[in-house]
């Protein structure tokens, strides 16, 4: 029997750790080099598609922070920007401003937990408690906004759930200030890391022709040297008013996608910043009787916000008929809504892009050929959570 | 329902945003008249979105003609999706409806290819020759709705248990029979409510 005929196959996951989830892998090993990976999907599958068409347009939303968990304003955001393009809502200056900030601190959420269990992944133990602890003021904000620490629901159609509170600004203000500052502590950590060095540089390579035809996005994309970015290509929600820089790599390998990913976090908070210091003043939410909720003070004096509340809430609005789709780069990639509407008060087909789900679709090609060591730091570079390839 | 300042903005800015890629629309309507005449059924433009509705069998032929047009460069295949129109206006045209959405990084540029499919055994040629990331786009689309993509290296389900039957997204899938069973639900499933 030759060497190539003794493959072993081994099958990792559902329940591996470093699989962020429960995702699995059937992996065909020639001693240690591995010949085929096949990732197997639909552990958490939930439905959310199918759940959100028998929803009204309100109701449909906290499915959306179900999606990708780890980043719930994004998911909420993606969502209502397209309800509000089929409605055809212009929001408040105010709520724009808001929301970039809080999709902002999304991106440094969702980085902080990725960095933390991706250096966990690589032995930087140390890293995973930093990360979570930085996480925590993240959590303070949601918590603040929207009563929760991850499933916030807090952008709502044509607005917010409730007005801003008192001491956003201080808050977003001190994570800018902590984080930014630890950030170096992290590089020192990591970035010169011998270790971390060799277990990421030349690992999980893509090219920028093969991340295009696997239709990659995000940092997945940004880091193979594709400096396309949807806040800057097709700004949404006033991002043109921002200067930012886009992150990008050269290589396209795992340490390549650290270094963007870390410039990511910087840039967020120079957003975050901008964000709150020219925060405008204003409502909190667009004022579109019969499709945007009144705001709850207006409900419990005026007799007309109370009426359009309840008309809302039980039989919903009926949205013109057509379909649109809505990206927005969320911190996983391109995260788009695509809604088609029947004429009725439910939407009649909600599909959500996902961008984890056709990332890890590039898995098999990043660690074929390569050792069974590299396919731990492959699945950590990609970046997935499972509530989103899943849905 | 007075007229809202809100809403007159918002058409005012799609008007811009559509003269913006006016001239991106219009290349592509050229570019499928002259190279597919015949091949386009109808377009249809909604929020500034463009759709083009082609005939199913010029799916892989447009697209590979897409691929090798560098002027174009709409070589990004942002996703694609499926719809079920059962017992809606649009079924006449066929029941399902394939979505394919391409993007431009050069033009920054969106625009769809939508094939409609009858009812039965609905089936499209696969483009995941084409795009390797098609092959797990098209084995979603597979699973959910049940549209069969010939060619595809392997089409099988990817996120539903092997054990299921149906495709859950279409709009005859029985909500209230619980598959498979886990606990209370040990009825006969029902009658299908179209």
Same mark, same amino acid.
């Given at each position: 029997m030759t060497v190539a005929e003794r493959t072993l196959t081994l099958n990792m996951g559902p329940q591996h750790p470093s699989t962020h989830g429960v995702l699995r892998v059937v992996l065909e090993l020639d001693g240690e080099t591995v010949v085929s990976a096949r990732p197997v999907i639909g552990y958490l599958h939930t439905g959310i598609e199918k759940t959100m068409e028998s929803k009204l347009y309100h109701k449909?939303?906290?499915? /959306? &922070?179900? !999606? &990708?968990y780890l980043a719930p304003m994004s998911n909420n955001l993606g969502y209502c920007l397209a309800v509000e393009k089929l409605m055809g809502i212009e929001v408040p200056e105010k709520v724009k401003w808001a929301r970039v900030c809080l999709a902002e601190l999304t991106r440094v959420n969702s980085h902080l937990v990725w960095l933390g269990t991706h250096a966990l992944d690589l032995g930087a133990m140390s890293m995973l408690l930093y990360a979570f602890r930085e996480r925590e003021l993240v959590l303070d904000v949601y918590e603040a906004c929207g009563g929760q620490r991850m499933m916030t629901s807090y952008i709502r159609i044509g607005g917010l759930a409730h007005e801003l509170p008192g001491d956003f600004d201080k808050k977003v203000r001190k994570i800018v200030k902590v984080v930014g500052e630890r950030l170096h502590d992290y590089e020192r950590l990591l970035t010169k890391n011998e270790i971390f060095i060799n277990r990421t540089r030349g690992v999980a390579v893509i090219s920028a022709e093969e991340a295009l035809s696997f239709s990659l996005s995000g940092p997945m994309l940004r880091g193979s040297g594709? $400096? #396309? &970015?949807l806040r800057k290509a097709n700004p949404y929600s006033g991002y043109e008013h921002f200067d930012f820089d886009v992150a990008v790599g050269t290589n396209g390998d795992a340490y390549d996608r650290y270094l963007v990913r870390l410039k990511e976090i910087r840039q967020s908070l120079r957003i975050a910043q901008q964000a709150i210091d020219g925060m405008p003043i204003g409502p909190y939410r667009a004022h579109v009787p019969g499709v945007v909720l009144p705001p709850k003070e207006d409900v419990l004096y005026k007799m007309e916000s109370m009426i359009f509340h309840f008309k809302i809430i039980t039989e919903g609005f009926k949205a013109p008929f057509g379909a649109v789709y809505q990206a927005i780069e969320s911190p996983k990639g391109e995260l788009g809504f695509y809604i088609s509407s &029947? $004429? /009725?008060?439910?939407? #009649?087909r909600v599909r959500v892009r996902p961008p984890s789900f056709i990332n890890l679709a590039s898995l098999p090609r990043l660690v074929e050929g390569r050792l069974f060591a590299d396919v731990v730091c492959a699945i950590g570079s990609i970046d997935i959570v499972l509530g989103e390839v899943d849905r | 329902m007075r007229a809202d300042p809100g809403l007159t903005r918002h058409a005012g800015r799609l008007c811009e945003f559509r003269n913006k890629f006016k001239c991106m629309e219009d290349k592509v309507r050229e570019f499928l008249n002259s190279s597919?005449? $015949?091949?386009? !059924?109808r377009e249809d433009n909604f929020r500034a979105q463009q759709s083009f509705y082609i005939r199913p069998e010029m799916v892989v032929p447009i697209c590979e003609e897409l691929l090798s047009n560098d002027a174009l460069d709409l070589k990004y295949l942002s996703d694609i999706t499926s719809l079920d129109w059962l017992g809606l206006q649009p079924e006449k045209a066929g029941r399902f409806e394939v979505v394919y959405n391409l993007y431009s990084l050069t033009h920054k540029y969106r625009f769809f290819l939508k094939v409609c499919l009858p009812g039965d055994n609905p089936t499209v040629a696969s483009v995941s020759h084409l795009w390797p990331a098609a092959e797990w786009l098209e084995r979603e689309v597979f699973d959910m709705m049940g549209i069969i993509f010939d060619g595809h290296p392997d089409l099988s389900k990817i996120l539903t248990p092997d054990e299921l039957e149906g495709h859950p997204l279409r709009k005859d899938f029985p909500l209230t029979w619980e598959q498979p069973q886990f606990s209370w639900n040990k009825d006969q499933p029902p009658e299908v409510v179209k």
């Amino acid at each position: 029997m030759t060497v190539a005929e003794r493959t072993l196959t081994l099958n990792m996951g559902p329940q591996h750790p470093s699989t962020h989830g429960v995702l699995r892998v059937v992996l065909e090993l020639d001693g240690e080099t591995v010949v085929s990976a096949r990732p197997v999907i639909g552990y958490l599958h939930t439905g959310i598609e199918k759940t959100m068409e028998s929803k009204l347009y309100h109701k449909a939303l906290p499915a /959306t &922070d179900r !999606i &990708d968990y780890l980043a719930p304003m994004s998911n909420n955001l993606g969502y209502c920007l397209a309800v509000e393009k089929l409605m055809g809502i212009e929001v408040p200056e105010k709520v724009k401003w808001a929301r970039v900030c809080l999709a902002e601190l999304t991106r440094v959420n969702s980085h902080l937990v990725w960095l933390g269990t991706h250096a966990l992944d690589l032995g930087a133990m140390s890293m995973l408690l930093y990360a979570f602890r930085e996480r925590e003021l993240v959590l303070d904000v949601y918590e603040a906004c929207g009563g929760q620490r991850m499933m916030t629901s807090y952008i709502r159609i044509g607005g917010l759930a409730h007005e801003l509170p008192g001491d956003f600004d201080k808050k977003v203000r001190k994570i800018v200030k902590v984080v930014g500052e630890r950030l170096h502590d992290y590089e020192r950590l990591l970035t010169k890391n011998e270790i971390f060095i060799n277990r990421t540089r030349g690992v999980a390579v893509i090219s920028a022709e093969e991340a295009l035809s696997f239709s990659l996005s995000g940092p997945m994309l940004r880091g193979s040297g594709v $400096g #396309h &970015d949807l806040r800057k290509a097709n700004p949404y929600s006033g991002y043109e008013h921002f200067d930012f820089d886009v992150a990008v790599g050269t290589n396209g390998d795992a340490y390549d996608r650290y270094l963007v990913r870390l410039k990511e976090i910087r840039q967020s908070l120079r957003i975050a910043q901008q964000a709150i210091d020219g925060m405008p003043i204003g409502p909190y939410r667009a004022h579109v009787p019969g499709v945007v909720l009144p705001p709850k003070e207006d409900v419990l004096y005026k007799m007309e916000s109370m009426i359009f509340h309840f008309k809302i809430i039980t039989e919903g609005f009926k949205a013109p008929f057509g379909a649109v789709y809505q990206a927005i780069e969320s911190p996983k990639g391109e995260l788009g809504f695509y809604i088609s509407s &029947d $004429g /009725t008060n439910k939407p #009649h087909r909600v599909r959500v892009r996902p961008p984890s789900f056709i990332n890890l679709a590039s898995l098999p090609r990043l660690v074929e050929g390569r050792l069974f060591a590299d396919v731990v730091c492959a699945i950590g570079s990609i970046d997935i959570v499972l509530g989103e390839v899943d849905r | 329902m007075r007229a809202d300042p809100g809403l007159t903005r918002h058409a005012g800015r799609l008007c811009e945003f559509r003269n913006k890629f006016k001239c991106m629309e219009d290349k592509v309507r050229e570019f499928l008249n002259s190279s597919f005449p $015949g091949a386009v !059924i109808r377009e249809d433009n909604f929020r500034a979105q463009q759709s083009f509705y082609i005939r199913p069998e010029m799916v892989v032929p447009i697209c590979e003609e897409l691929l090798s047009n560098d002027a174009l460069d709409l070589k990004y295949l942002s996703d694609i999706t499926s719809l079920d129109w059962l017992g809606l206006q649009p079924e006449k045209a066929g029941r399902f409806e394939v979505v394919y959405n391409l993007y431009s990084l050069t033009h920054k540029y969106r625009f769809f290819l939508k094939v409609c499919l009858p009812g039965d055994n609905p089936t499209v040629a696969s483009v995941s020759h084409l795009w390797p990331a098609a092959e797990w786009l098209e084995r979603e689309v597979f699973d959910m709705m049940g549209i069969i993509f010939d060619g595809h290296p392997d089409l099988s389900k990817i996120l539903t248990p092997d054990e299921l039957e149906g495709h859950p997204l279409r709009k005859d899938f029985p909500l209230t029979w619980e598959q498979p069973q886990f606990s209370w639900n040990k009825d006969q499933p029902p009658e299908v409510v179209k």
